[in-house]
């Protein structure tokens, strides 16, 4: 097994993103970290160890999603991320929820596939030159076979033939005939284009039957026209895929996600029923409830790769819990997430540095977009903390949405200047954002408290 992040590591990973929450970084690092250990003990031991399951709760822009989006860049292994109040339950028109799991294996093989790609590239590029070139000079059939001595004078057409395609070879490696075309016959996936659907269909069988129907198809194939550059690309995967044993990448990909897949189940707040609400319980929320726990729990779920068992998969959860409470979830589904993680909201400080430090931060964006215009915005650090100060005002007066308020204040401040470049503001400018500005932009706004209801 390749080297796999240290807790530590994985932590370090997602501080480059994410400020503050650093309980809810711990233990994510733990459980992926865990997931590791769990590959490395001995067989016996191993399917008795299950996952902690990870309930993350905090309000709204906090980053919950945010770290769970990091979370997929670092994992290095099959990760989808589901929002439960999508689903229906089973039964039901919509996404039933054993749909995460074959999103999963679905994730899985495709990672698989184009690791197996990876391995195969050499030996597929070389089967691509070939093709290419038999497109551009066919190669002579039959004919005499015997060489000549002397190099200079071809004998025969058949020499002469042999001639010029190594001619060609050498000059499509030097990639001197990328913009020529060529007529390459491609193979056409035929299952694209079935669609099946009937009442009282579930997406499994619905899905089942596509592939079946599509598999009793005679594989389409057309002929078209391309550059060679694009051919490169087209044929590439086609021989790529003649390499690859798909069986084998399945069954792999089926062990991957078994062992190691994540789930991140988004918005689970919004499928937990209120006792607040009154006029009792939601149905069809609970069902979906009822519905997850079997595979939070472990069971086998048969996908179009094959069947895979849950046990071992890592879900983590998240949810606001505004309007319910994690005790509102059906007491085998609390039970099922074993972890809880509290965000805590953002202060004014965790502002400030969300807006110049994560990778991504804001105004790291909007440079980057002016700087397209050829012009150069930069901040003053006394304007980045007015900033700070105003959207954690806002959103303490009139409503907190955590850190999302940030944009909403940046792309008010920033509104004219982007309106402007480049008719008014030309190219080569210089625009350093002062406090001063960002009081001048913005102060009577927050002033104004219906003002900034509406604009802010
Ligand atoms: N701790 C943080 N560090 C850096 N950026 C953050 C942080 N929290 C939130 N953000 C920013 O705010 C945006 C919204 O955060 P996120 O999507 O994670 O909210 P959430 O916690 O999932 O909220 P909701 O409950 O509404 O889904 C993110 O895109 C991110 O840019
Ligand atoms: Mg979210």
Same mark, same amino acid.
């Given at each position: 097994?390749?080297?796999?992040?240290?807790?530590?590591?994985?932590?370090?990973?997602?501080?480059?993103?994410?400020?503050g929450?650093?309980?809810?970084?711990?233990?994510?690092?733990?459980?992926?970290?865990?997931r590791?250990?769990r590959?490395?003990?001995?067989?016996?031991?191993?399917?008795e160890?299950?996952p902690?399951n990870?309930?993350?709760?905090?309000?709204?822009g906090?980053?919950?999603?945010?770290?769970?989006r990091?979370?997929?860049?670092?994992?290095?292994?099959?990760?989808?991320?589901?929002?439960?109040?999508?689903?229906?339950?089973?039964?039901?028109?919509?996404?039933?929820?054993?749909?995460?799991?074959?999103?999963?294996v679905?994730?899985s093989?495709?990672? /698989?596939?184009?690791?197996?790609?990876? #391995?195969?590239?050499?030996?597929?590029? *070389?089967?691509? &030159? @070939?093709?290419?070139?038999? $497109?551009?000079?066919?190669?002579?059939?039959?004919?005499s076979?015997?060489?000549?001595?002397?190099?200079?004078?071809?004998?025969?057409?058949?020499?002469?033939n042999?001639?010029?395609r190594?001619r060609?070879?050498?000059?499509?490696?030097?990639?001197?005939?990328?913009?020529?075309?060529?007529?390459?016959?491609?193979?056409?996936?035929?299952?694209?284009?079935?669609?099946?659907?009937?009442?009282?269909?579930?997406e499994?069988?619905?899905?089942?039957?596509?592939?079946?129907?599509?598999s009793?198809?005679?594989?389409?194939?057309?002929?078209?026209?391309l550059?060679?550059?694009?051919?490169?690309? /087209?044929?590439?995967?086609?021989?790529? #895929?003649?390499?690859?044993?798909?069986? *084998?990448?399945? &069954? @792999?990909?089926i062990?991957? $996600?078994?062992?190691?897949?994540?789930?991140?189940?988004?918005?689970?707040?919004?499928?937990?029923?209120?006792?607040?609400?009154?006029?009792?319980?939601?149905?069809?929320?609970e069902?979906?409830?009822?519905?997850?726990?079997?595979?939070?729990?472990?069971?086998?779920v048969?996908?179009?790769?094959?069947?895979?068992?849950?046990?071992?998969i890592?879900?983590?959860?998240?949810?606001?819990?505004?309007?319910?409470?994690?005790?509102?979830?059906?007491p085998?589904?609390q039970?099922?997430?074993?972890?809880?993680?509290e965000?805590?909201?953002?202060?004014?400080?965790?502002?400030?540095?969300?807006?110049?430090?994560?990778?991504?931060?804001l105004?790291?964006?909007y440079?980057?977009?002016?700087?397209? &215009?050829?012009?150069?915005?930069?901040f003053?650090?006394?304007?980045?903390?007015?900033?700070?100060?105003?959207?954690?005002?806002?959103?303490?007066?009139i409503?907190?949405?955590?850190?999302?308020?940030?944009?909403?204040?940046?792309?008010?401040?920033?509104?004219?200047?982007?309106?402007?470049?480049?008719?008014?503001?030309?190219?080569?400018?210089?625009?350093?954002?002062?406090?001063?500005?960002?009081?001048?932009?913005?102060?009577?706004?927050?002033?104004?408290?219906?003002?900034?209801?509406?604009?802010?």
């Amino acid at each position: 097994m390749k080297e796999f992040l240290t807790p530590r590591q994985i932590v370090a990973e997602l501080d480059k993103y994410i400020i503050g929450q650093e309980d809810a970084k711990k233990n994510v690092a733990i459980a992926l970290r865990n997931r590791w250990r769990r590959m490395a003990a001995p067989s016996e031991i191993q399917q008795e160890i299950v996952p902690n399951n990870i309930l993350m709760i905090g309000s709204t822009g906090v980053g919950k999603t945010e770290i769970a989006r990091r979370l997929a860049g670092i994992a290095d292994a099959p990760f989808t991320k589901v929002e439960a109040s999508k689903f229906t339950e089973v039964g039901y028109v919509g996404r039933d929820v054993e749909s995460m799991v074959r999103d999963l294996v679905e994730q899985s093989v495709n990672m /698989v596939r184009s690791q197996k790609q990876q #391995a195969v590239k050499e030996k597929a590029m *070389e089967a691509v &030159e @070939e093709v290419i070139l038999d $497109a551009l000079i066919p190669p002579m059939r039959g004919g005499s076979n015997f060489s000549s001595t002397t190099a200079d004078e071809p004998k025969n057409d058949h020499e002469l033939n042999e001639r010029t395609r190594e001619r060609f070879r050498e000059k499509i490696r030097n990639g001197e005939l990328e913009d020529r075309k060529i007529e390459i016959t491609v193979t056409q996936n035929p299952a694209s284009g079935i669609g099946v659907a009937a009442p009282g269909m579930d997406e499994a069988s619905m899905i089942g039957l596509q592939d079946m129907l599509g598999s009793m198809m005679p594989k389409k194939t057309r002929k078209r026209k391309l550059t060679i550059a694009e051919a490169r690309k /087209v044929l590439l995967e086609e021989e790529a #895929a003649k390499l690859i044993d798909m069986e *084998e990448v399945k &069954e @792999e990909a089926i062990r991957r $996600a078994e062992n190691t897949g994540i789930i991140f189940i988004d918005e689970i707040d919004k499928i937990a029923v209120s006792s607040a609400k009154g006029g009792g319980p939601d149905v069809s929320r609970e069902g979906v409830q009822r519905d997850l726990l079997p595979i939070v729990e472990g069971s086998s779920v048969a996908t179009k790769h094959g069947t895979i068992k849950t046990d071992h998969i890592l879900f983590v959860a998240a949810g606001a819990f505004h309007l319910s409470k994690p005790s509102d979830l059906i007491p085998e589904l609390q039970g099922r997430f074993p972890i809880r993680v509290e965000l805590v909201d953002l202060t004014e400080d965790d502002f400030y540095q969300i807006l110049s430090e994560p990778k991504n931060a804001l105004t790291k964006q909007y440079e980057a977009l002016l700087k397209a &215009e050829s012009v150069e915005l930069s901040f003053q650090d006394a304007a980045l903390k007015r900033l700070a100060e105003i959207a954690f005002r806002v959103n303490s007066e009139i409503e907190n949405i955590g850190a999302r308020r940030l944009n909403t204040v940046v792309s008010k401040l920033l509104n004219d200047i982007l309106f402007d470049v480049p008719d008014v503001i030309g190219a080569n400018a210089k625009i350093v954002i002062t406090a001063e500005m960002v009081d001048e932009r913005l102060g009577d706004m927050v002033q104004d408290r219906d003002l900034s209801q509406y604009i802010l």
